[in-house]
C-alpha cells in the first residue's frame, strides 16, 4: 500500500494546516501610540518579545479553531459531572486515544515527534503512561524505579507541551489486588501528585486492573489510603479506579460507590473479540446507575492482547462509548508482535509512521480516531482516502492561509508542489499587506506546521526553522512597508511531513 499517513498532512495543509501568524514592531511610526521615535520606543529585543508572545496567542487561536479534539488548552481542567468528564465548563468531553504498553518494555515511543504526530495526525487527545508494577522490570518488582519516573516525566511533559492530556497508570496486573503494593502506590502517587499539582491535563489511574481473589470491598480499603495523598497535593484532578475483574465488574462499583470525593471515575476494559454484549450490558447499566466510567483501556483483540480481531464488535464497543461520551485510550502502542499493538513488529520507527507501519488494529485505531475530521466534502471517506484523493490537486486557492493581526496582513500561498526521490516538496509564497496607515518597519512572520518539515530553498528574508514553526523576519531591504503598501516576493520551499497543526 503506498498511501501514508503523511499524505492525510497535505490535504489539510491546503485547507488550513497552515497556521500563520504576523506580527509587526513600529517604532515611532504607529498611529495608536501617537509617539515619536522616542524613548517610549521599546528596545527590539523588548519588541520581539511582544510580538512573539501575540504570536503565540495568534497561533493558539488558530489551533483552537483548526483543531476540535478535546486539548488542556481549551477545555481546562477536568471535572466530572454526574456520570460525565466534563471540561472546566461542564461541557461533556470525551477524551481518546491510546495506551502505552509497560513503560519499562517500550521507552523509545516516550519521545516528542511521535506524541506530536498521535495529536496532529490521528486526533489523539490523551496518552496514557502505563507503568507495570509487578511484571519484569515491574516498579515494585525489579524495575528502575527512578529511570521509570523518569519516562513518566518525559511522558507528561511532551504530553503537556504537545496540549494533550495525560494517565498516569500505576498498572497492576499479576499482583491482582492493590494493597500487595499499597505503600510502594503511597509513596509514587505522593510524589507524583505533588510534582505535577500544578497541572490540569493530569489524570491518576491508581490500579489498572485488580484481578483473582479481589473484591471491590478491598479496592475500596486500597483507594481509601491511595485518595487522600493525591487529594493532598492535587485537590481536584480525575482519578480512576479499577474495579474488580480486571476492571469489568463496574457494577459492583455502582451498587456501592466510594464517597467523600469529587472527580472520580471507575474504570471498564474490554477487548472486543472476548467481551461483547455482557459486558456492555453491565456497562450500561452501571452508567445508568450513575457510575461514571473511563475505558482507560481497550483492545479489539482478544482479551490476551492477540488473536483475531474483532471489527464488528469493536465498532459496537466504540458506537456505545461515542454514544455516552465515554473516554478511552486503545492498547497498545507499541510494536510488540501480538494482535492488539498499533504498530507492526517489523517497524522499528519511534514517529513518523506512515500507514504501512500500523497493524490491522493500528489502521483500524487511525480510521476510527480521523474519521470525519478532515475538511474534504467526500463523506464517507476516511481521512487518509480523501487525503489520498486530494493528493494530486493543484495549489489553488485553498492553498491560502491569512491573517490579519494589527493591521498587517499577511497571505501564505502554497504556489507549487511536486515529489523528489517520494519526498514531498511545497513552495510557498508569502505577501504582506500593510492596511495600516502608518508605515511599518520591521515585521516577523511565523508559520506553524503540523510535522517535521526541512526548508530546502527561500528568499527575500531571512528564516529560521524551530521545530514546527518557522520564522521570517526580513531582509535589510524589505523592513519597511509604507501605509497601504504590498511586499510580495518573499518565499520558501519546505520538504517532508508537513503535516497540521502543532502550534504552541
Ligand atoms: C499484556 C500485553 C502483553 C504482555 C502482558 C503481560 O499485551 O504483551 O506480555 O500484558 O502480562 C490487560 C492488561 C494488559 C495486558 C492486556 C492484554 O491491562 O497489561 O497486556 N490486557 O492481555 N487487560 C486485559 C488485557
Known amino acids: 500500500m503506498s498511501r501514508t499517513i503523511t499524505s492525510l498532512p497535505f490535504l489539510v495543509m491546503l485547507t488550513l494546516g497552515l497556521l500563520l501568524s504576523v506580527g509587526l514592531w513600529t517604532p515611532g511610526f504607529a498611529k495608536a501610540s501617537g509617539t515619536e521615535a522616542s524613548s517610549d520606543i521599546p528596545s527590539i529585543e523588548e519588541s520581539i518579545e511582544e510580538v512573539i508572545d501575540r504570536n503565540v496567542e495568534n497561533s493558539d487561536t488558530a489551533a483552537e479553531e483548526a483543531s476540535e479534539i478535546p486539548a488542556p488548552s481549551t477545555c481546562g481542567a477536568l471535572q466530572v459531572i454526574g456520570t460525565q468528564l466534563s471540561d472546566e465548563n461542564g461541557n461533556a468531553v470525551q477524551l481518546k486515544g491510546v495506551s502505552t504498553l509497560g513503560l ?119 483507594a481509601s489510603e491511595i485518595l487522600p495523598v493525591i487529594r493532598a497535593n492535587d485537590p ?20 456501592d460507590p466510594i464517597t467523600g470525593y469529587d472527580n472520580l471515575m471507575y474504570t471498564l476494559h474490554y477487548y472486543a473479540a472476548t467481551h461483547t454484549d455482557s459486558l456492555r450490558s453491565t456497562f450500561v447499566a452501571a452508567m445508568d446507575a450513575g457510575l461514571p466510567i473511563f475505558v482507560s483501556e481497550y483492545g479489539i483483540s482478544d482479551a490476551s492482547g492477540n488473536g483475531t480481531l474483532d471489527i464488528d464488535q469493536a465498532n459496537q464497543w466504540m458506537e456505545l462509548l461515542d454514544d455516552r461520551q465515554i473516554s478511552c485510550a486503545m492498547w497498545s502502542f507499541s510494536n510488540r508482535d501480538e494482535s492488539s499493538a498499533i504498530i507492526k513488529s517489523s517497524c522499528t520507527k519511534t514517529s513518523g509512521f506512515t500507514m504501512d507501519d500500523l497493524t490491522d488494529s493500528g489502521k483500524w485505531l487511525y480510521e476510527m480516531l480521523t474519521e470525519g475530521t478532515d475538511d474534504s466534502s467526500e463523506s464517507g471517506n476516511s481521512s487518509a482516502d480523501a487525503a489520498d484523493d486530494s493528493g494530486s490537486s493543484g495549489s489553488g486557492s485553498s492553498g491560502s492561509v491569512s491573517s490579519t493581526p494589527d493591521g498587517l496582513t499577511c497571505t501564505a500561498q502554497l504556489v507549487n508542489q511536486w515529489e523528489s526521490d517520494g519526498v514531498p516538496f511545497y513552495q510557498y509564497t508569502v505577501t504582506l499587506e500593510n492596511t495600516s496607515d502608518a508605515d511599518l518597519i520591521g515585521w516577523i512572520v511565523e508559520l506553524t506546521f503540523s510535522g517535521s518539515i526541512s526548508l530546502s530553498d527561500s528568499w527575500n528574508g531571512e528564516y529560521s526553522l524551530n521545530g514546527f514553526t518557522l520564522t521570517i523576519t526580513p531582509k535589510d531591504y524589505n523592513k519597511a512597508i509604507a501605509a497601504g503598501g504590498i511586499l510580495s516576493d518573499i518565499g520558501f520551499i519546505i520538504s517532508g511531513a508537513g503535516t497540521l497543526i502543532s502550534c504552541e
Not at 120 to 125: A, G, L, R, T, Y
Request: hydrophobic share 35%; charged share 20%.
Open 236 to 255: 481536584d484532578a480525575v482519578i480512576l479506579i479499577g474495579t474488580p475483574n480486571w476492571s469489568q465488574y463496574v457494577d459492583q462499583a455502582a451498587a
Open 104 to 222: 519499562a518494555w517500550y521507552p523509545e515511543y516516550i519521545n516528542y515527534d511521535c506524541f506530536a504526530q498521535l495529536k496532529s495526525e490521528w486526533n489523539v487527545s490523551l496518552i496514557r503512561l502505563a507503568m507495570y508494577t509487578a511484571e519484569s522490570g515491574g516498579y515494585c518488582t525489579d524495575g528502575d524505579q527512578e529511570y521509570l519516573k523518569t519516562l513518566i516525566r518525559n511522558g507528561v511533559e511532551y504530553a503537556t507541551d504537545l496540549d494533550m492530556y495525560v494517565i498516569i497508570d500505576w498498572h497492576i496486573l499479576s499482583d491482582g489486588n492493590p494493597n500487595t503494593y499499597i505503600e510502594e502506590a503511597k509513596a509514587f502517587f505522593d510524589e507524583m501528585s505533588s510534582e505535577f499539582a500544578g497541572y490540569s491535563n493530569i489524570l491518576y489511574e491508581i490500579c489498572n486492573e485488580p484481578n483473582g481473589n479481589v473484591s471491590w470491598a478491598d479496592i475500596k480499603t486500597y
